[in-house]
């Protein structure tokens, strides 16, 4: 079991900066992959970042390709990403997700492990 705890949404204006976090405990990490997804309201689930954590490969959603970076401290078990240059359209709940194995998978149903979301809001 991976337990997930994600912390640092809110309200921030248009092109402005957030930094999400995602606490991970239980299960060893050395085949830990950590993704973001988020959900607007009306929308389905979407894939934003993931980070394996080894480190050795991230991916990115191609909406937040040059805005948003993933990493990760492995000493303290915490994902972040890094959300620079917000928009309106980036307004989601934020959503941690954790798989016990190395995937490159782009969808939610891959990942066993969620976080409780969080929300961030961007005004124009």
């Known amino acids: 079991q991976v337990q997930l705890v994600e912390s640092g949404g809110g309200l921030v204006q248009s092109g402005g900066s957030l930094r999400l976090s995602c606490a991970a405990s239980?299960?060893?990490?050395?085949?830990?992959?950590m993704a973001w997804f988020r959900q607007a309201p009306g929308k389905e689930r979407e894939f934003v970042a993931s980070?394996?954590?080894?480190?050795?490969?991230?991916m990115l959603a191609d909406s937040v390709k040059g805005r948003f970076t993933i990493s990760r401290d492995a000493a303290k078990n915490t994902g972040f990403v890094q959300m620079n240059n917000l928009k309106s359209e980036d307004t989601a709940v934020y959503y941690c997700?954790?798989?016990?194995?190395?995937?490159?998978?782009?969808?939610?149903?891959?990942?066993?492990?969620w976080g409780q979301g969080t929300q961030v809001t961007v005004s124009s």
């Open positions: 997700a954790a798989a016990t194995f190395l995937t490159s998978s782009v969808v939610d149903r891959t990942y066993p492990y």
């Open positions: 239980g299960r060893t990490f050395g085949s830990l992959t």
């Open positions: 980070i394996r954590w080894s480190g050795d490969s991230t």
